[in-house]
């Protein structure tokens, strides 16, 4: 128990799909990127104060094929994280 309430856990999955739908449903509630609550959804997502701030990152494979599509978006993720690190 914290801050006066009794948490029972009764599903989890690493699926935000999976956390909306069971939200949606009223099964309980979830902590998700404020991003995967889509405008118009049958959820509300309220901001929490006093949060640790976490790194988003690009991986790839450095061994298996890319498609030109793909290395042209790593090209420029990389380009953009050098100019990022230059501020």
């Not at 939200?23 to 104060?49: C, D, K, T």
Request: charged residues 15%; glycine residues 6%.
């Amino acid at each position: 128990m914290s801050a006066g309430v009794d948490l029972r856990v009764a599903a989890e999955s690493n699926v935000m799909a999976t956390i909306l739908a069971y939200i949606s449903l009223g099964v309980g509630l979830g902590v998700a990127p404020q991003s995967v609550v889509p405008a118009g959804a049958p959820v509300v997502g309220v901001p929490l104060a006093h949060t640790v701030p976490f790194d988003v990152v690009l991986a790839w494979s450095q061994s298996a094929y890319r498609s030109p599509a793909a290395e042209r978006a790593l090209a420029f993720a990389q380009a953009s994280a050098a100019e990022r690190d230059k501020r």
